[in-house]
């Protein structure tokens, strides 16, 4: 099992040395659509502001891989 997750590792590593601000670009995007969904709808999703944290944790981790690669 290990030898698997060291070659996705490996695999998502380069894809992303290339696209290095592809993860905030999609984080900004995930906030934004929070913010649509505040003004737009009810439920569950906008009351757990769902897609503000995910884009707000994708966003640091896509910050945290592009200045290490």
Do not use: C, E
């Amino acid at each position: 099992m290990i030898p698997w997750i060291s070659k996705l590792i490996d695999q998502a590593s380069s894809y992303f040395a290339a696209r290095k601000g592809l993860l905030p670009l999609l984080g900004i995007l995930l906030v934004l659509l929070n913010f649509i969904f505040q003004v737009t709808l009810t439920g569950w999703v906008v009351d757990s502001n769902l897609f503000l944290h995910l884009g707000i944790v994708l966003s640091i981790i896509g910050l945290m891989l592009a200045w290490a690669l």
